[in-house]
């Protein structure tokens, strides 16, 4: 249980922090020596719903008016629907076509490695180059850009490729006020986990749920994910805001140069 506990604030702080949850898993999970890849997916996808509520959670003032009828009719916040529509749009197309080529690298700590390196770059340049004109709010960006953002969120099913870090230093770069850009990021995330999600699920139980699984611990870490995923998600706010994302940018070199020559020492 101890194993999924610690995946699960693993996963709430690597998912929403801009460092890769599923490069951080797959390199722990091989580092520990986790082979069955059949029930290290069934982990990766419980632990993804767990960081989905919490990110529903942090945002339900956004997303609780869409239940009503009256919140469609505030034009602001219909467009921002829009917006999150179109840029799914390409997260989906990327997603379904590509999926078994992308967990085919979960696989490869080697090219997860890289993956994080490239990763710190994005970060690093973003914040580098940002533009300083803040182009508007969230709810006055155009509909290109945001399919932009879906192309970025869309490529980060590469293990290593931080999705809210691919998102937010692409809208960033595209104009975006910091605060807006993460919260285009994780209402986008919303429809994009969600739906992979769903998918993962029902590959699982098609394929027959492994053995070497312990619903508890389970359970546990999905909790763990959720409750340190809410905490991170704070945290990046504050960060974004103090507009400090190179240190996470530093924190990325820094594992995957240290994991890729640990991998190559170790002759895997």
């Not at 390196?117 to 004109?133: D, M, P, Q, R, W």
């Not at 969230?138 to 879906?150: E, F, P, T």
Request: one cysteine or more; aromatic letters at 10%; charged letters at 15%.
């Amino acid at each position: 249980m101890v194993s999924y506990i610690f995946q699960g604030i693993l996963q709430g702080l690597t998912e929403f922090l801009p460092v890769s949850s599923s490069g951080h898993l797959t390199l722990f999970q091989y580092f520990s020596g986790m082979k069955d890849l059949e029930a290290n997916m069934l982990t990766d996808v419980a632990l993804h719903a767990g960081t989905l509520l919490a990110v529903i959670f942090f945002f339900r003032a956004d997303l609780l008016p869409y239940l009503t009828p009256a919140g469609w009719k505030d034009p602001a916040r219909r467009r921002v629907a829009f917006l999150i529509i179109a840029g799914s749009v390409p997260t989906a197309l990327i997603g379904l076509t590509f999926k078994n080529s992308f967990e085919a690298l979960f696989a490869m700590p080697k090219a997860v490695c890289i993956a994080l390196f490239i990763t710190g770059l994005l970060l690093l340049v973003s914040e580098k180059l940002k533009k300083n004109a803040n182009c508007c709010e969230l709810s006055n960006l155009s509909y290109a850009k945001s399919i932009i953002v879906g192309i970025a969120q869309g490529l980060a099913i590469t293990p290593g490729i931080s999705r809210s870090g691919s998102t937010i230093a692409t809208g960033l770069l595209l104009g975006l006020k910091g605060e807006d850009a993460a919260r285009l990021s994780f209402l986008l995330m919303i429809p994009a986990v969600g739906g992979a999600t769903l998918l993962e699920t029902k590959d699982l139980f098609e394929a027959g749920l492994p053995a070497a699984i312990d619903p508890a611990g389970l359970i546990a870490g999905t909790l763990a994910a959720t409750l340190t995923g809410f905490l991170a998600l704070k945290f990046l706010v504050y960060i974004i805001r103090e507009q400090k994302l190179s240190y996470f940018a530093y924190y990325l070199f820094l594992v995957s140069i240290a994991s890729l020559t640990y991998i190559q020492l170790a002759g895997n």
